[in-house]
């Protein structure tokens, strides 16, 4: 293993210097990750799953369309060795961050080789703005799918209660790759663009819950005065976060329970 990750190490330096097609016709895909099945990451991380959600693969097709010098994946095989790419970029992002992400591992990790990265991606920051875009899109849907999963009691209370664990527990539960997200953005501008849109459609989402927990039609309720709430939410749930990651429970951080309890108050009060 340490020979050829220092083989790895050496060709990724040679490919970030211009080579990456010249290598990416020699090299082929791992020879024993193609025999495996292709539902998970042929590597030391035994059972680490491929996103398999609905409409991943056109929307991995559209973003890579959408970037400059990436190649969308056409055939089975590609897709499928495409998809152990992005899940092993997604793995090391959520467990070491932007700067623990390098090409050798990920090539390691979803048994596909370095050669074979490059050729579809170009480079390490295109696989990474890939990555990216596909993380947000993932995050919206599962959000939008979760508050319209909800179904709301006549107690307005309870209910707006259950949107904000809704709401918290869609977020604590990505919490790794959001903070990974955010690092990614500060480092390439170019990622920038496409939070504005997800962000509004969330927002929207969100909107739409609350006007359903109050239990009454979009026509009579203030929309704008539910768009201020989310950010309310938005902004502590976000501000708790990052206080976490800085200061453990331990020592003063406040834990997940107690922050729903009030941040559920606080939204109370503001729809009162």
């Excluded at 989402?205 to 359903?212: I, Y």
Aim: hydrophobic share 45%; charged share 25%.
């Amino acid at each position: 293993m340490g020979q050829r990750r220092d083989r790895d190490m050496a060709l990724t330096r040679r490919l970030e210097r211009g080579e990456a097609h010249a290598f990416a016709a020699r090299m082929g895909r791992s020879g024993a990750c193609a025999r495996q099945a292709p539902d998970s990451i042929c590597s030391g991380s035994a059972g680490y799953s491929v996103p398999q959600a609905n409409g991943t693969v056109a929307a991995v097709v559209k973003s890579a369309v959408e970037i400059e010098g990436v190649a969308a994946p056409q055939q089975g095989r590609s897709r499928e060795s495409f998809a152990r790419v992005r899940a092993a970029t997604v793995q090391l992002l959520s467990e070491k961050g932007p700067k623990g992400v390098l090409i050798a591992d990920v090539s390691a990790l979803a048994g596909v080789s370095v050669g074979t990265i490059y050729g579809r991606v170009g480079s390490r920051a295109n696989l990474l703005r890939v990555v990216h875009r596909e993380e947000l899109e993932r995050m919206r849907t599962s959000m939008v799918a979760r508050l319209d999963a909800l179904e709301f009691s006549e107690e307005v209370d309870t209910s707006l209660r259950q949107l904000v664990h809704a709401y918290v527990a869609e977020l604590v539960q990505n919490v790794a790759i959001i903070g990974a997200l955010q690092a990614l953005v500060s480092e390439d501008p170019e990622m920038a663009s496409a939070g504005p849109e997800v962000f509004a459609e969330t927002r929207a989402a969100v909107v739409a819950a609350l006007a359903r927990a109050l239990g009454a039609g979009a026509s009579s309720v203030d929309t704008a005065w539910l768009g201020w709430v989310f950010e309310v939410m938005f902004a502590s749930t976000r501000h708790w976060q990052d206080e976490s990651a800085a200061m453990p429970a331990s020592a003063g951080a406040m834990e997940e329970s107690r922050f729903e309890e009030q941040l559920g108050r606080s939204v109370i009060l503001l729809l009162r």
